[in-house]
């Protein structure tokens, strides 16, 4: 296997000024890393809090996120987020976090449970920054945990998704909400399901991780250059000013079979980061080169799923290979009912899935999930698995603003064992499919058709990327069936229902594609690159 064929060489991530390249010697991934999925809220929580409570004094802890709730519980007997990282903090532990500063709460934003969470760990002895270094509109999505360890490397994790520390994101499996919920649209009820997915590393990449966050902590631009935010954190004690971080660590040692890829998005602005003075776009770019030699399955799991010049990389390579199939779940409805932000984010979607229907036809399958009590399941979940060999999992969604406008941080998977189960090679570099990425799309479509356990047999239809396409089409079918026929009879195994898209017309539509364009999908990248429609 060549991995330069899966990942972007050094000089393809477009941004020289970042050290992700430049510490391993020109090569832009690590080998030799452990992984493992932890899907669902309850999973990434479990890891967490263990990985937290090891920690001692001298020990490092580092964190960014986008929202995070003081008092949201990480398991039942708790602790609170809250508790966890200041207990850390008070233990010794050198404890630093960089959340986004958010917008107006009063605009249904996060600003002041951020702050809280600043202010109790800093109490205790660590520092948390509220990071408003961002374009208008923007936001830093990135959602990273690392710890590590002094003397004792072989415990040195990172966390990579899109989980974040806050209310509703404490669901399991089984989707029956966490008992700390958002208010989010009627459709998801007061306890809305919620389907997530993080990413733990453990090996040679988590210095990638802890070098991303650095990057960031060490940048010297004000942490916000706009006057009324400026006399907000005057007035509340902000903490405006990163103190230095203790020396990184050597990267940790070998101990696992995954090659594994940073990629991030930064935006292009003023002023300049000075790790990516004109943006960074590695995400969309490493899409760009998996998707367009993909051969026989794209799977992805996504919140949003927008933007024509996202989808487009989608529909060019199911228009150039007639085997290619795609599967894509998303969210039945969107978070919030208000007519106009329900039309821009469903409206949005239904553009990019007539691209992609019309370049693969019966190809193309769409599908959301829901609970078996019938409850539709909000996806999370930034998931893509791309002819069982490359996956990623993490913080940025298949649209514009992710590829282009906002931070974000994911990490791509590439495993160096093979999976034996026929077929053993779907891709078109002849590599065969690898075992982590295989098994990945196997955990997700045991949760999604009610097949729980770990009985080999029931996944042997579903082995071939091709059966499962007409698996998950089946259930679906069967599943939406028994809602038209008025629910007669047993409830069909399986969550899934296929996705229709609404059609939305007149004023409605013109607002729609307004709000759309300026305020959920804006584009960050560079006037001549927005010209070129390239990343």
């Not at 210095?207 to 509340?236: C, K, M, S």
């Not at 927005?530 to 990343?535: C, D, K, V």
Request: net charge negative; glycine share 8%; proline share 7%.
């Amino acid at each position: 296997m060549a991995l330069e064929d899966w990942f972007l060489r050094a000089a393809e991530r477009g941004n020289p000024a970042t050290v992700l390249d430049s510490r391993h010697g020109g090569i832009s991934y690590t080998e030799g890393n452990e992984v493992r999925a932890l899907i669902d809220g309850e999973n990434y929580f479990t890891e967490l809090r263990r990985a937290v409570q090891a920690q001692r004094a001298g020990d490092l802890l580092l964190f960014t996120d986008w929202r995070g709730d003081p008092d949201e519980m990480i398991g039942p007997g708790g602790p609170s987020i809250a508790e966890l990282l200041s207990g850390a903090a008070a233990r010794g532990v050198i404890v630093k976090g960089l959340f986004w500063r958010s917008h107006w709460d009063k605009l249904a934003y996060s600003q002041e449970q951020n702050r809280k969470i600043a202010d109790d760990v800093r109490d205790a002895g660590g520092e948390v920054l509220l990071d408003m270094r961002v374009l208008p509109l923007g936001c830093h999505h990135q959602k990273c945990v690392v710890a590590r360890y002094p003397g004792r490397p072989e415990l040195d994790v990172a966390f990579v998704g899109g989980i974040d520390l806050c209310h509703t994101r404490g669901d399991t499996n089984e989707h029956l909400g966490d008992p700390q919920p958002v208010k989010m649209g009627r459709q998801w009820g007061p306890r809305p399901p919620w389907h997530d997915a993080q990413l733990q590393v453990q090996g040679p990449a988590v210095g990638d991780v802890e070098a991303t966050f650095r990057e960031r902590w060490d940048d010297p631009t004000p942490l916000q250059l706009n006057p009324i935010g400026l006399a907000d954190a005057y007035l509340h004690g902000d903490d405006e000013h990163a103190d230095p971080l203790p020396e990184q660590l050597p990267d940790p040692a070998p101990r696992g079979t995954a090659a594994v890829q940073v990629l991030r998005t930064y935006p292009a602005k003023l002023p300049r980061f000075p790790f990516a003075p004109d943006g960074e776009r590695s995400i969309a770019r490493a899409y760009d080169k998996t998707v367009k030699d993909a051969r026989s399955l794209i799977y992805i799991e996504d919140q949003y799923f927008w933007s024509g010049a996202v989808v487009s990389c989608f529909a060019k390579a199911l228009a150039a290979n007639a085997d290619l199939r795609l599967i894509v779940l998303v969210p039945r409805y969107a978070n919030e009912d208000g007519r106009v932000s329900m039309a821009s984010n469903l409206g949005s979607r239904s553009d990019a899935l007539a691209d992609v229907y019309a370049a693969g036809g019966d190809r193309v399958a769409v599908f959301s999930p829901e609970n078996r009590a019938g409850t539709p399941v909000y996806v999370h979940a930034k998931v893509c698995v791309v002819d069982d060999v490359w996956a990623t999992i993490g913080s940025d969604n298949v649209n514009r603003r992710s590829w282009t406008h906002d931070s974000e941080l994911t990490c791509a998977v590439v495993d160096s064992v093979r999976d034996e189960r026929e077929p053993r090679v779907v891709d078109a570099h002849g590599d065969g499919a690898r075992r982590y990425a295989r098994e990945l799309r196997l955990q997700l479509a045991r949760e999604h058709l009610d097949r729980p356990g770990d009985d080999p047999a029931d996944v042997a239809d579903l082995i071939d990327p091709i059966g499962a396409f007409e698996v998950f089409a089946r259930s679906a079918a069967t599943l939406q069936a028994w809602y038209d026929g008025g629910r007669v009879g047993p409830r069909p195994p399986g969550r899934l229902r296929p996705y229709v898209s609404p059609d939305y017309r007149g004023l409605l539509k013109g607002a729609a594609k307004l709000v759309y364009r300026i305020a959920d999908d804006p584009d960050g990248r560079p006037l001549q690159m927005r010209l070129r429609g390239t990343f």
